[in-house]
């Protein structure tokens, strides 16, 4: 749609002609083709489903935009196929190096470790349209998922079986029936702001420059972070390697800014030499001011319209867990979307999507709130702390965890979740608790997440008496004694594993008839 | 109760209190500041126990907020 003004174009797809008029009614829509929609339409696609994605921009749009990507993001894309593609294509840094005000050394470095014995890293840094484009091939070969480029929404008018969603093409507009409507669409969310709805909670704001730059060189593959540099005093800035030579250059600006002006090479520039040295030779990528609130929608759930992503939830950059956090909705949406497709559970499963991802928002505003506090202290009295935790990090490792310069995305955990069966053996806090994702380890000459089905699994230890229905059955009782320690696997334990590949129960004893009580009980059957 | 230790456990409590005072001298308002902050940080590592520091942060608030105190 190159009448989008101002939005850089990294691939052109072209528009997609307006459908035949007749019988233009689906089961499931998704609105924007963001990692988010992709994703979710990956995984329903996968699962059989016929889906139709609009995405407003016929392109795929340039500017790296998200570049951290977790290790939970990547697991769930490797359910779906595409992990390596996106780890084959991303970088890893592992030293990172934290500067403070006008001290020309690093206060102090660290060094991450890598996860041992897990397929995926602990997280990878790649643009956000490489994440696309292979999405987008995924999703582009299977038949039954039909994206059209170039379609907007204009208006959406829901009622208790769905919603029509009036669509603009090219060609002109048209009118589209949906069962279920899944709200893909950003921070400035359409479809949200249609239905006048809003965000509510915490208004915290703040305006970060991203420059991202070509620069060939020597430099090692490291994040430097500086509280308080001299090139942009008073405000936090960052360094962080991405492929191809680009590097993405993070500066705080500060609320009361000229958004305009800030991108503007000429004050562009100057900060880049502060940071990287007066002579360094760059090329522009992208300079754009990314804007933050702190805050999220009360429900992500309206009748049959359902919200993902930044349209439901905004967190501060910082931590990756924009990005991260929206496929997690992703993740925990669609299988269960699926079995209320296919008739298998509740519509009311999807009330557990509602309570489940707004923890994950929680969690995620939470944790991007705090270090947003720790860069931006909000009084005299928190500067004085953060800078008395800088000042001892010099000398002091265990001042060092205290410096909040992110909390890198994981996996949330669901304890309290309706579909969680309650423990009934003492586990002395070992193993993975229900409502904990299920953690990966070396399995049959391979790895166990990617031997989990994509229903429900039992991982056994040993055989147990009597099959379940629609449970696919993983003996571990001969893996790695890894695997057995990190799940505290005993002769005869089972963990009930969920499609997203959350423990939903585990016993020590199981039964036929607690597995399957606990199995009712995940697809959101009233217990 | 605030779940704090009340009797006292450090010897000579008068050497600590005067250590302190000394401390402060030749400070200004702005660095006592961040001598306290500086010192919580050392002693609140030192104590280990989160659940510790949280019950002494509560039970500080309360003492503070308890105190009448003109304002310079």
């Not at chain 1, 014995?117 to 890293?121: A, G, I």
């Not at chain 1, 893909?184 to 400035?188: I, K, L, N, S, V």
């Given at each position: 749609m190159a009448n989008v003004a101002g939005i850089p174009v990294w691939r052109e797809i072209g528009a997609t002609p307006r459908p035949?008029?007749?019988?233009?009614?689906?089961?499931v829509v998704i609105v924007g083709g963001g990692p988010v929609g992709l994703t979710i339409a990956l995984d329903l696609g996968r699962r059989g489903h016929k889906v139709v994605l609009l995405n407003r921009l016929d392109f795929v749009s340039a500017g790296s935009k998200a570049i951290c990507f977790a290790k939970r993001t990547l697991e769930i894309w490797d359910r779906l196929g595409v992990g390596d593609a996106m780890v084959d294509k991303g970088v890893v840094w592992n030293v990172g190096k934290v500067f403070w005000g006008?001290?020309?050394?690093?206060?102090y470095q660290f060094d991450l470790l890598p996860l041992k014995?897990?397929?995926?890293?602990a997280f990878i840094n790649l643009q956000q349209y490489h994440v696309e484009d292979r999405l987008i091939q995924a999703v582009q070969a299977l038949p039954n998922v039909e994206v059209r480029w170039g379609h907007e929404v204009a208006d959406i008018a829901p009622d208790e079986d769905g919603a029509r969603l009036t669509v603009h093409s090219q060609e002109g507009a048209y009118d589209l029936d949906a069962e279920y409507v899944i709200a893909?669409?950003?921070?400035?969310s359409p479809v949200r702001t249609l239905l006048g709805l809003d965000f509510e909670g915490r208004v915290f704001e703040d305006n970060f420059l991203i420059a991202d730059i070509r620069m060939k060189g020597e430099r090692p593959s490291e994040r430097w972070f500086w509280f308080d540099p001299p090139f942009n005093p008073g405000q936090s800035a960052l360094l962080h390697k991405q492929p191809d030579d680009v590097w993405r250059l993070d500066f705080q600006l500060g609320w009361d800014i000229d958004r305009e002006a800030a991108t503007r090479p000429e004050n562009v520039e100057p900060l880049v030499r502060g940071m990287l040295g007066p002579d360094v030779s760059f090329e522009r990528e992208w300079y754009s001011v990314y804007t933050f609130q702190c805050r999220r929608m009360e429900r992500f759930v309206h009748g049959r319209v359902i919200f993902a992503g930044d349209s439901a939830h905004l967190v501060s950059p910082f931590g990756a867990r924009g990005c991260n956090g929206g496929v997690a909705d992703a993740d925990n949406l669609a299988w269960k979307l699926d079995l209320v497709l296919r008739g298998k559970a509740p519509e009311g499963l999807l009330e557990s999507y509602a309570y489940e991802a707004a923890v994950t928002a929680d969690e995620n505003i939470k944790n991007s709130s705090r270090s947003t506090d720790f860069m931006t202290p909000k009084c005299d009295a928190s500067r004085v702390l953060r800078d008395a935790v800088l000042g001892l990090a010099a000398e002091h490792p265990f001042a060092r965890p205290f410096v909040n310069s992110g909390r890198l995305s994981v996996a949330v955990a669901y304890p309290d979740s309706p579909l969680n069966t309650l423990d009934v053996d003492d586990w002395q806090s070992a193993g993975v608790a229900p409502g904990s994702a299920a953690v990966d380890a070396p399995f049959s000459g391979g790895w166990l997440l990617t031997a989990l089905g994509h229903g429900f699994s039992l991982l056994t230890c040993g055989e147990i008496a009597g099959a379940v229905d629609g449970v696919d059955l993983l003996d571990v009782a001969e893996a790695d004694p890894l695997l057995h320690e990190r799940y505290a696997m005993e002769p005869g334990t089972a963990y009930l594993v969920r499609p997203d590949q959350y423990v939903a129960a585990r016993w020590r004893r199981p039964t036929p008839a607690l597995v399957r009580a606990a199995v009712s009980r995940a697809m959101g059957h009233a217990s | 109760m605030t779940g704090l230790a009340n009797d006292l456990r450090i010897a000579r409590p008068d050497d600590s209190y005067q250590s302190l005072v000394d401390a402060y001298a030749g400070l200004t308002h702005a660095q006592v500041a961040d001598f306290h902050a500086c010192l919580t940080m050392l002693l609140i590592n030192q104590v280990g126990d989160a659940g510790l520091v949280g019950r002494a942060i509560a039970e500080a608030l309360r003492v503070v907020r308890s105190t009448k105190r003109e304002e310079p």
């Open positions: 035949a008029p007749a019988a233009d009614r689906h089961r006008d001290r020309e050394q690093p206060i014995h897990q397929k995926m890293p893909c669409d950003g921070a400035r | -």
